[in-house]
């Protein structure tokens, strides 16, 4: 097996621009939906029967599901600095939420895209960065933490309706006084929406539209739905001007606190108050992603637009949340704490209801997508996501290169195949054969010592380009 840095160094041989394209043939648009804490198990497409997804299963059925996919960490921040960059998070020191900064000198899929013709949009949790040093918002905003002020116009978005990290999923700007323990509600986990005479005060988060520049206008009901009106509005814009759009699409939610009305709630009558919540955060989610379909179906364009849909990582400890069959869950690096639910759609090109069983992850977009549109790239950035357009077009059915993790003290180095892991930085070693053990329950190291030497080897070699 070759060396990981030749496979890192050797993926970008392109050299054809996109002005060469056939150019009887429209762009694509292309757009990146994301959920928040959304475990494996918690949709319709990847069996479950508890949760209700009937939108997001019927669109995932227009394309490619992946039985395989990652996210390029367990948690948030991370996996969403590789879905722009194609590049591991610590490459940019962003090793684990509320940590670091999207840097100046980082090249992203926002940036590249605009200068090929696109309007480009983000809608929804940012975390890669705050939006003030005026005033305390969210998790890292405030006077005096200059250091980490990075907003998405910094980084080739045209326009943002954006927050710093979470907010909770209904009235996304206030909390009660008060909680029914009883039932279960919380600060942290969540609450039954509030009606206008209930008591609130802030919750202590914004919107942002610009660097120090807070969203003035109302914001009611449910978040996903709130994201998903700025969002249609941007591309509903792009197609009056008949420009391709890339609008980057970060849902809340089922991220902690989980908040819907009686409406979404009703959806699971027999379950006790936290299933509500939580199912119902994620049945307004996929209410939304049905929403966006139609507006693109309605104007004409859904098939030729890209959508990849994926979560950021696995689900949150101590909810609902279902990794399914796997081992762990959010923070972890066994399989529940980064495989996760996703899809491809672009009816023009993909073929529909195909199921893949080769393994891909979120640093593979950047690389995909400008394969797609044949776009140059600087053959000397180190990327670790590599082009998953064979996979996606039918032509392979195996992945090109490893994928490598990293969080904390854990590291991980995932082939089609075999699964090496260390939770202690290195010290010691587990190996899984994933095909054969998808739940990881049998470590086969001792017995399959010249495997696991030759991806140490492979991963020790990833580890020294940091």
Known sequence: MRSSIFFLSSFFALSITISSCNKQTPRPNIILMMADDLGYGDTGFNGSTENQTPALDELASQGIIFSRFYSASPVCSPTRASCLTGRNPYRMNIPTANSGHMPESEITLAEILREHGYRT???GKWHLGIFTTNQKDANRGRPGNEQHLAVPTDHGFDSFFSTESKVPTWDPMIKPIQFDTT??????????ALNETSDSVPYGTRYWTGLEEQYEGPLEG?????????????????LTDKSPFFSVIWFHAPHLPVVVDSSYRANYPDLPLRKQLYFGTISALDEQVGRLWDFLTLNEVANNTIIFFCSDNGPE????GSAG????????LYEGGIRVPAFCVWPDELQKDIRIDAPAFTSDYLPTL???????????????GTSIKPLL???????AVPMGFRFQNKLSWVTDRYKLISVDKGRSYELYDLIQDPQEKNNIISENKEQANQLITELEAWLATF
């Open 370 to 384: 400008v394969d797609f549109l044949n776009i140059d790239f600087p053959d000397d950035r180190l990327l670790d």
């Open 222 to 238: 449910d978040d996903s739905g709130i994201i998903m009106d700025h969002a249609i509005n941007f591309i509903s814009k792009s």
């Open 183 to 192: 039932q279960g509600e919380n600060l942290r986990f969540g609450w039954k």
């Open 121 to 123: 949009g983000h809608f």
């Open 317 to 320: 400890l101590r909810t609902p």
């Open 393 to 399: 077009l039918g032509n392979q059915t195996t992945r």
């Open 325 to 332: 069959i796997f081992r762990g869950k959010k923070r972890d």
